[in-house]
């Protein structure tokens, strides 16, 4: 059984401390009980328990704010953390009002610290399995996908000046190692986005939407599709990659099930509270029965029976990451409308 820790941060008189001794052990039985003068003073000291709780006795915001940023030697966060005071308290700190201390709500509060703190080090540990998978583990799969095309395109040259026919047996692995990185590509992006976050910056719409643009124009020409856009799009608080891959997505989703000759429309509106962007085609539409699986969470892809790709997925998840939304809608007039937001 793990040992928990209590250290008792700020508490100016014996009384406090004394009280503070008897309802951290009334708390936890084998807690080992540690008076600290000053949050400085805690930060510098060794752990005490396999657990810590830090008890922060007339605490300002900024130590209560900066005590919930350290990380022990695992850059996880270090301790569970109780503040007694009358200001708020931010997520992941339990909070007691000084009428309250030393009464049944302090015993209640300790145990819903540590359930917290374990809770925030899981999500921790979560985003940096993610954060590898996105960064260490792609980086070296692409390498060895590299390594494949490259071989595979070279045999292909070599078979060519000798047996031009059966070189096109290469054509399949060409095309499948070219899926393999994009789809390794893809799934790297996500993982480091839900990892790390949206980083949002200023960026014009225009520079986002043409570099989707840019990525697909050969598959635009392929298919002889026309495309429209405003000849103004805004500036908005985003992360210009993440928008980038949603326009791509929604864009590569049109050009997919558009039909031939694809018709395609981009554009945008201001609301009171958003953004609102949207890829517009002429196809046949989604029927009513899969419009519920077209944004599945990319969480629950290893559902069986949900959709293959992953471009919807994608745009429902950094949709999320920016606050807005993302959803189909089925036009009057034909076709299809894929739209996400943006908060103003």
């Not at 928990?4 to 508490?11: N, P």
């Not at 509060?109 to 999500?123: N, Y």
């Not at 996908?145 to 054509?171: D, F, G, R």
């Not at 554009?267 to 609102?276: L, P």
Request: proline content about 5%; some cysteine; aromatic content about 6%.
């Amino acid at each position: 059984m793990k040992t928990t820790g209590i250290l008792l941060v700020g508490h100016s008189s014996t009384i406090d401390a004394k009280i503070a001794t008897e309802v951290a052990r009334m708390a936890f039985p084998r807690a080992v009980v540690k008076s600290i003068g000053t949050l400085d003073d805690a930060i510098a000291s060794a752990p005490v328990a396999d657990v810590d709780l830090l008890v922060l006795m007339r605490a300002s915001a900024d130590d209560v704010e900066r005590a919930l940023n350290v990380v022990d030697a695992t850059e996880l966060p270090r301790w569970a953390i109780v503040a007694v005071g009358t200001h708020p308290a931010p997520l992941g700190v339990q909070t007691i009002l000084p009428a309250e201390w030393a009464g049944p709500v302090t015993s209640h509060a300790f145990h819903s610290a540590i359930a917290q703190h374990a809770l925030r080090r899981e999500l921790a540990r979560v985003k940096g399995d993610l954060a590898v998978v996105g960064t260490r583990i792609a980086h070296d799969l692409r390498t060895q996908v590299a390594s494949i095309l490259a071989t595979a395109e070279l045999s292909k040259e070599v078979l060519h000046e000798i047996e031009p026919i059966k070189s096109e047996l290469y054509q399949p692995i060409l095309d499948s190692v070219d899926s393999l990185g994009k789809l390794i590509e893809r799934v790297s992006f996500i993982t480091r986005a839900t990892a790390r976050g949206a980083a949002k910056s200023a960026c014009r719409m225009k520079e986002a939407v043409n570099g989707a643009l840019a990525r697909l124009a050969g598959e635009i020409t392929l298919k002889n599709a026309s495309l429209a856009q405003p000849a103004e799009w805004p500036e908005i608080t985003a992360s210009k990659q993440s928008l980038e891959k949603i326009w791509f997505n929604l864009i590569s989703n049109a050009l997919t099930h558009a039909g031939e000759l694809p018709q395609i429309e981009l554009g945008w509106k201001k609301d009171k509270n958003e953004y609102r962007f949207w890829v517009r085609d002429r196809g046949q539409g989604v029927s009513a029965d899969s419009r519920s699986q077209l944004f599945l969470p990319f969480h629950l892809l290893h559902r069986s029976g949900g959709p293959r790709g992953l471009g919807l997925p994608i745009v429902h998840r950094l949709s999320e990451l920016h606050g807005g939304r993302c959803g189909y809608e089925s036009p009057k007039d034909g076709g299809s409308e894929f739209f996400f937001t943006v908060p103003v």
